[in-house]
Nanobody, 115 residues
Framework: QLMESGGGLVQTGGSLRLSCANSRSLFSPHVTGWYRRAPGQGRELVGRITSTNVITYADSVKGRFTISRDSTMNTVSLQMNSLKPEDTAVYYC???????????WGQGTQVTVSS
């Protein structure tokens, strides 16, 4: 149901834009989140957007990353600027349906920031 795209290799200070496409329209209240898992680390919440467009970010990415949603509500993007080597991770998109409590994950996309 969820498909991420846009990962890749970038130098320190560069930018990448990740997209999370939802193949099915969802009309119930939900939260779409971006998570990441760095090598040898646990999963970390990067930021999330609710179906009412309330957005929150982890302190580690505030001011550098921006979450947005397209007008169809089917794609959520993560714009990543001023990337640092510590941003290197596999980034995952998650959708949590607040009504059914169903939880959906994308397959992940690799982001590598070289120093």
């Amino acid at each position: 149901q969820l498909m991420e795209s846009g990962g890749g290799l970038v130098q320190t200070g560069g930018s990448l834009r990740l997209s999370c496409a939802n193949s099915r329209s969802l009309f119930s209240p939900h939260v779409t989140g971006w998570y990441r898992r760095a090598p040898g680390q646990g999963r970390e919440l990067v930021g999330r957007i609710t179906s009412t467009n309330v957005i929150t970010y982890a302190d580690s990415v505030k001011g550098r990353f921006t979450i947005s949603r397209d007008s169809t509500m089917n794609t959520v993007s993560l714009q990543m600027n001023s990337l640092k080597p510590e941003d290197t991770a596999v980034y995952y998109c998650n959708l949590y349906d607040l009504r059914s409590h169903q939880d959906f994950w994308g397959q992940g996309t690799q982001v590598t920031v070289s120093s």
